[in-house]
């Protein structure tokens, strides 16, 4: 009874210290998802203002630009696949893994070769033990993301999309990410950034908005902001999953710290019952003494 006991003491001994550790990472990702909630609203006007102006100077006319392009039976496309580096996050790098596999599937569906870059150490992880193919990889802050390394991404992006497909380049470019909706919802989204699909609204449509003249050209100005679109995109995108990784860990980290003040509970009441138990047991042996000395 009494090594019982000491068992049950050390499990929660080693409980307690765990449940520390949770509450302590449930606090940091509380005091930190707040701060990345508000990067990611206020980097979204920007991202959306500069793809309504990448809109209105493709939609003014008709021009042949690589933004735009049009590609019948497109051969391959790259898909960025955005994951968290670090685990304690609940299913949030799962989620987002099953999400892309489902796209890459689709694009295999559909005769389309799908050239994976990662971001973040999950992901990669997941490609190399199963000795998958990928054409690049980031890793690193990945729930404080830097400008940076989205300029980065953006830069490698646009070299594929700019080249040709028999050299090595893309037609199409998608990003798979989590989008943060509140800190009890976060969604693994799909977005093609590349060709762009120019859509006029009602306004332009109706001749609303005024007509452009571009220096030197609409071509020109489509140059010019094609890396930045791509850029705010990515960087956008990087920021609503740095929100949504710190929400899932806070989430997981208050569940874990639940469950193992679960467990102290429940080491504390067979600590108890092996307690009584022997209690008991030498209870009974000195009365059948006392009774043996009496007769």
Do not use: C
Not at 197 to 205: G, I, L, M, S
Request: proline fraction near 3%; charge should be negative; aromatic fraction near 8%.
């Amino acid at each position: 009874m009494g090594a019982q006991i000491r068992v049950y003491r050390q499990k929660i001994k080693s409980t307690s210290s765990m449940k520390k550790i949770f509450k302590a990472m449930e606090l940091i990702a509380t005091s930190r998802v707040m701060k990345a909630r508000d990067r990611a609203q206020a980097s979204t006007p920007y991202a959306e203002a500069i793809t309504r102006a990448v809109a209105a100077v493709a939609g003014q006319e008709e021009i042949e630009h690589v933004l735009t392009k049009k590609v019948e039976e497109p051969k391959r496309a790259a898909v960025l696949i955005m994951s968290s580096d670090r685990g304690l996050a609940g299913a949030y790098s799962t989620n987002v893994i099953k999400r892309s596999e489902q796209l890459l599937a689709r694009l295999k569906e559909d005769g389309i070769e799908a050239r994976p870059y990662l971001y973040g150490r999950k992901v990669q992880q997941f490609y190399d033990f199963r000795e998958r193919e990928y054409d690049a990889v980031w890793s690193g802050n990945t729930d404080n993301p830097e400008v940076e390394r989205s300029r980065e991404i953006g830069r490698t992006l646009v070299d594929r999309f700019t080249e040709d497909t028999d050299e090595g380049g893309v037609d199409e470019i998608y990003l798979v990410y989590t989008e943060f909706e509140s800190m009890v919802k976060q969604d693994p989204t799909v977005r093609r950034l590349l060709p762009l699909n120019v859509v006029k609204d009602d306004e332009q449509a109706a001749g609303y908005l005024p007509q452009y003249d571009f220096e030197p050209n609409p071509a020109d100005v489509l140059d010019e902001l094609l890396p930045r679109y791509i850029e705010s995109r990515i960087f956008s995108s990087m920021l609503e999953a740095s929100a949504s990784e710190l929400a899932a860990r806070q989430r997981a980290m208050k569940s874990a710290g639940d469950n193992a003040s679960d467990l102290i509970e429940k080491y504390t009441r067979l600590r108890n019952n092996a307690r009584q138990a022997e209690i008991t047991q030498e209870l009974s042996e000195l009365i059948a003494g006392a009774d043996a000395l009496s007769s």
